[in-house]
């Protein structure tokens, strides 16, 4: 069965760090590019940054030079450094693959907040 299980989220003061993780399973990871989506209180869920298959990574204008999306093929596992964090990064934390999104999981709430 296709699931992510996200994971590393936490309170945090601003200008802190957190580090998520994204496990999957179900699906052949390394074929797949990945995706990190977050979902702020009273805003749409939108998205934050992807890495590919063959790890060229793109970020959301928010969130460029303070985190970091990398991925362990050998774990299943996509990671999200997050550095510099600000109050507007809070939100719940969603992974996904692409191309084709899939059901989302149940996310790892990010709180900044001093």
């Known amino acids: 069965q296709l699931q992510f299980v996200e994971s590393g989220g936490g309170l945090v003061q601003p200008g802190g760090s957190l580090r998520l993780s994204c496990a999957a399973s179900?699906?052949?990871?390394?074929?797949?590019?990945m995706t990190w989506y977050r979902q702020a209180p009273g805003k749409e869920r939108e998205w934050v940054a992807s890495?590919?298959?063959?790890?060229?990574?793109n970020y959301a204008d928010s969130v460029k030079g303070r985190f970091t999306i990398s991925r362990e093929n050998a774990k299943k596992t996509m990671y999200l450094q997050m550095n510099g964090l600000k109050p507007e990064d809070t939100a719940i934390y969603y992974c996904?693959?692409?191309?084709?999104?899939?059901?989302w999981g149940q996310g790892t709430q990010v709180t900044v907040s001093s």
């Open positions: 890495i590919t298959w063959n790890a060229s990574r």
């Open positions: 996904n693959r692409f191309p084709g999104l899939v059901p």
């Open positions: 179900g699906f052949i990871f390394n074929t797949y590019g």
